[in-house]
């Protein structure tokens, strides 16, 4: 057991297409998260910010910026870049400053202001980068990587594009109950299936959108939030940033191919199921201690994926446990109450500081209409490029 750090405060900057920089978004969630907690930013002892890449200027010193612009008050600053895993290495940053005790206090940061429509490479000749080669040698765009995703599943469970509607139906409805989201309209199957398709089988309403956005999170050592009067603070117990083992033999980005199973057996589980496993194992629970789970939902298929990889279901059961309504608000273990990236969209540094964010309004029962009735444990789960685990427990 690793050790709790409190949540002392969560904030963030509603998802949308402002048209402004990713600096306004992040202080924006930062100044909000602070006064959440109850904060000054003078008595804040280190800053960690997660780097945006593709849309945010100036990109690779987030921390450095996000201090500056709330005011130089010679806190310790660090910069995390682990593409969408970038806002839980950053937690897992902060956390261990904490538990080390080279800070009470932590700030956390993430903000991006994303390009008009799907993302794109990143600029220049850029050989060394696997992300780079997938868009220029093979063609291979994000949505294309969704689409064999979801070919897959139904290939092997039998899932259908009216399964992966009605995951998105699901989103959009509890998308329409939260303010910080960008589409707060609610969906029907039939919208999903008359909606363009993009890579088949999936539609333009079955992936998720680029947005801008900003979310911040004040962590504190325990001891520090019981003198600060937060005597049952909401707390992260665990964080997995774990990487994939040899051989990978499922599909994944930026790879797209898988490697070969011919001389060395796979590992028992996928790399997403890895994932969720170590933060289970850090954090002494299993999938039926849940109450709350947010997943990353670039698409449909792949929230049913994370069913499975976290133990909610059997494998190939994904679709079963949506179509029983147990992952909706009411059922028995709901998953991206807030909405998902069905209604944020994508904003890379900052989407999984949100998940926990959503998950410390749901155990500090202050969600609103979208409450999880008597949450008090809930799971991220996330990925980022080029091997980047990410899943954080919250518990209270």
Known sequence: MTGDVAVLGVGMHPWGKWGRGFVEYGVAAARAALADAGIDWRDVGSIVGADTVRGGYPGYVAGATFAKALGWQGARVASVYAACASGAQALDAARAQILSGLAEVVLVVGADAAPKGFFRPVGGDRPDDPDWLRFRVLGATNPTYF???????????????????????????????????????????????????????????????????????????????????????????????????????????????????VAVEPPAGTFRASIAQAAYEEAGIGPEDLSVAEVYDLSTALELQWYEDLGLCGEGEGAKLLREG?????????????????????????????????????????AGDRQVTGARVGITANQGLFGHGSSVVVVR
């Not at 989103?171 to 910080?180: E, I, M, Q, V």
């Not at 909706?328 to 709901?334: D, S």
């Not at 949100?354 to 500090?364: P, T």
């Open 326 to 366: 147990a992952t909706a608000l009411g059922g028995r273990i709901p998953v991206n109450v807030s909405g998902g990236l069905a209604s944020f969209g994508e904003a890379v540094p900052a989407q999984a500081i949100a998940q926990v964010c959503e998950l410390a309004w749901q155990l500090r029962d202050s």
């Open 147 to 261: 689409g064999l995703y979801a070919r897959r599943r139904m290939a092997l469970y039998g899932d259908t594009p009216e399964d992966f509607a009605q995951v998105k139906v699901k989103n959009a409805a509890l998308g329409s109950l939260n303010p910080n989201a960008r589409y707060r309209k609610r969906v029907t199957a039939e919208e999903v299936a008359a909606s363009a398709v993009v890579a088949d089988p999936l539609r333009l309403l079955d992936i998720c959108a680029t947005s801008d956005g900003g979310a911040a999170v004040v962590l504190a050592g325990m001891e520090f939030a019981r003198r600060h009067g937060a005597r049952e603070p909401v707390r992260i117990r665990a964080v997995s940033t774990v990487t994939p083992r040899y051989p990978n033999t499922v599909l994944d980005l930026p790879d797209i191919a898988t490697d070969s199973a």
